[in-house]
């Protein structure tokens, strides 16, 4: 069923035009000959149905309390996640992190209501080098939370698998990509 699905999604990416092909740079400051947007799939409707039923399987899996990852990509999915988590009766909340801290108002760098001691599942669209995943991941282990899995739904296979499994943090990912951008269906 996650194997038929993550096909499914694959597909709608190709529709959305998710995947580019040419000469990229990536947040990270590595190029790259391919370029995976994956809001164009969290904002979808098909897409994020897809995303929020494949997350929501493993989060509940790995007996997570809260769940969530670094803004701005993680936002959507957090959303979906949050309305799917009430709907089916489930007591989750969610959560997303800020680059930094901000300078005004409270000062937070989390929003979302987790506290220290939950069980929390770390999301990003792509994960490439690990920076704005492994961030967000420092961000809720300093605020005391265990984080049980990391969940994406590229890993574009440049490092930052590496870093989390000497980190012993588990990765789902819903698709892996080769240097050239060749998707391969994981779920």
């Known amino acids: 069923m996650s194997r038929k699905k993550a096909t499914e999604l694959y597909g709608r990416a190709e529709k959305l035009k998710a995947l580019k092909y040419g ?4 947040a990270s400051g590595v190029t790259s000959s391919y370029y995976f947007d994956g809001r164009l799939l969290s904002l979808d409707p098909a897409c994020c149905n897809i995303i929020t039923e ?7 899996i790995s007996k997570a309390n809260a769940f969530g990852g670094p803004a701005v990509a993680a936002i959507p999915i957090v959303g979906s996640l949050v309305l799917k988590s009430s709907l089916e009766g489930l007591n989750l909340t969610g959560f997303f992190v800020r680059g930094e801290k901000k300078a005004h108002g409270t000062g937070q760098q989390i929003e979302g209501s987790i506290e220290p001691g939950m069980k929390v ?15 967000a991941i420092n961000a809720v282990e300093a605020f ?9 739904i590229l890993d574009r296979q440049q490092g930052g698998s590496d870093a989390l499994k000497e980190r012993r943090i588990p990765l789902y990912k819903i698709w ?9 269906v994981m779920a």
Do not use: R
């Open 144 to 152: 005391g939370c265990e984080v049980v899995l990391a969940m994406t």
């Open 54 to 60: 494949l997350f929501m399987k493993q989060i509940v």
């Open 121 to 135: 599942v770390v999301f990003d669209d792509t994960l490439s080098t690990g920076g704005s995943l492994l961030n």
């Open 176 to 184: 892996q990509a080769s240097d050239l951008g060749k998707i391969e």
């Open 23 to 26: 000469h990229f740079t990536l």
